[in-house]
C-alpha cells in the first residue's frame, strides 16, 4: 500500500456513532380542562411528558408523528442541537396492538395545500370534480355494469332538505344505439324529489368523444333538476366505465 495512504488512513479520526438515548414520553397536557399538545407559536413543536410525568414536561421537534393527546413516543436529543429535544417515533413497546394500528404521521397538510399568495407546498394535491364525492356519478363496482352509481349528499332542493343519492341508475345500456355509426348520450339528473333520472340525448357521430364536443347533443335539464354527470355510449358500449361518464356537477359556489 502507498506509504502516504496508509499514513493518512491511519491519521483519520474514527469513531462509532454513539447509541441514541431514547427516553419514553407522553404527548401533551391538560391545563384548564383543554388537551395541548402542540406548542403555541412555535411550530413543529409538541409538549411531552418525559416518563408521563407532568413535572418533566418538555418541548420537542417533531416530524415522525401526528400530534394525538397522549401517544406514546420516544425522545432523543438533536444530533446538531443538544439543547433540543426531538421525536424519534411512535414508543410501539408501549402499544399491546400497535401492529393493528395505522400507522401515525406528522402534520403536513400545508406540503400539498395551494396559496396562491405564495407559502403554499411543494407537493401540491391538485383536487379535480372526481376526487370529490359528494353526488359523484361514477362505475358500479370495479368491472363496471350496465349502470351507475350517485354518492349521496344532503341537500337543499325544490324548497326541502333531502337525503339524496347512496343508490343507482336503472339500465343505461338499454338507450345504446344499435348501429356502429351513430352515439348516444345520456343526462343523469336529480329530479324534484330527489331521485335519480335519465334524459336521453340527441345522436350524434360514434367519433365524437370528449366533453366539449359532446356538449352541443346534451338535453337541458328541467327547472326543477340537479345535473349531475352525463354517460357517453356507442353501440359496442358492454358495462359502464369511467371512460363512459363525463361530470356535470356545479362545483362553484353562489
Known sequence: MN?????????????????????????????????????????????????????????????????????????VR???????????????????????????TPVHGN??????????????????DRQIMPLMVYPSGSSGAGMVMIAED??????????????????????KPGTGSMGSLLLISLDGNGNPKITEGDGFLASVTGGAALLPYLPNPTANDIPLAMVRLVSGTSTILWDNIYDLRKMACE
Not at 111 to 128: A, I, R
Open 78 to 104: 438533536d444530533e446538531t442541537d443538544q439543547t433540543r429535544y426531538k421525536i424519534y417515533n411512535r414508543d410501539t413497546g408501549q402499544y399491546q396492538n400497535w401492529q393493528s394500528n395505522s400507522a401515525y
Open 154 to 175: 344532503l341537500i337543499w332542493h325544490n324548497s326541502l332538505w333531502m337525503a339524496v343519492g347512496g343508490t343507482g341508475t336503472g339500465d343505461l345500456l338499454t338507450y
Open 111 to 128: 406540503q400539498h395545500s395551494f396559496n396562491p399568495l405564495g407559502g403554499g407546498g411543494g407537493d401540491v394535491t391538485w383536487v379535480f
Open 3 to 75: 506509504r502516504r495512504l496508509y499514513t493518512a488512513f491511519n491519521d483519520l479520526d474514527i469513531a462509532k456513532k454513539t447509541r441514541d438515548n431514547f427516553i419514553s414520553g407522553i404527548l401533551g397536557f391538560t391545563i384548564n380542562g383543554i388537551e395541548v399538545v402542540e406548542v403555541a407559536g412555535r411550530t413543529g413543536y409538541v409538549w411531552v411528558r418525559l416518563h408521563n410525568n407532568l413535572s418533566e414536561l418538555v418541548q420537542a421537534y417533531n416530524d415522525k408523528v401526528s400530534p394525538v393527546y397522549s401517544l406514546p413516543v420516544l425522545v
